[in-house]
């Protein structure tokens, strides 16, 4: 994966240092492991977003800031991938992870549709909070596992592509007589 495109889209160090509400964090945030744009620190980080997002508990962000520090992944990037779960898609995924639960359990669906509100939301509580936990956490890890292995794949094929490209250039400057 190209090191621009994060870094172009990514806040600086700078910038999140600046943030009165991350003072907390101290010194750590200045850590340069939790800004580097390597294949292990980006990788990591997206394992780390794209299974939080999956979970139905507030305060997402700070989570997956947590485990940013914790893991010493890439910061911004964890923290920016638990917006994949965004009042536009946590319906979709919230009902998916609940239909994955009730399977993965063995137990019927008593809830064919979600609304949206902390009253619908309370009224059944007890019925969906261990099938839509478990299936939370079943597509979170999956989400997670995917994402990890699609971009340690996708940066080594950026890397060869590199390399190619490099090596084809080299034999192009050389002249026909040293090529091969």
Not at 71 to 97: D, E, K, Q, Y
Not at 169 to 178: C, F, K, S, T, V
Request: with cysteine; charged share 15%; net charge positive.
């Amino acid at each position: 994966m190209p090191r621009k495109f994060f870094k172009r889209h990514l806040p600086s160090p700078a910038l999140i240092s600046r943030q009165r509400s991350l003072g907390m964090f101290g010194s750590r945030l200045a850590s340069p492991e939790l800004w580097h744009l390597n294949r292990r620190s980006v990788s990591t980080a997206f394992a780390v977003g794209l299974f939080l997002a999956f979970l139905p508990v507030p305060g997402q962000m700070i989570l997956a800031a947590l485990a940013a520090l914790w893991l010493r992944c890439n910061l911004p990037l964890s923290v920016a991938l638990v917006w994949i779960s965004n009042p536009l898609t946590v319906g979709p995924m919230f009902f998916t992870a609940y239909k994955v639960g009730t399977w993965v359990l063995g137990v019927p669906e008593e809830v064919t549709r979600f609304a949206l509100s902390l009253e619908w939301l309370l009224a059944r509580a007890d019925q969906i909070w261990l099938p839509l936990t478990t299936g939370s956490v079943i597509c979170g890890a999956v989400a997670a596992a995917l994402g990890y292995a699609t971009i340690q794949l996708l940066w080594r094929w950026h890397v060869v592509q590199r390399w190619e490209r490099r090596r084809t250039l080299r034999r192009l400057r050389a002249g026909p007589a040293e090529s091969d």
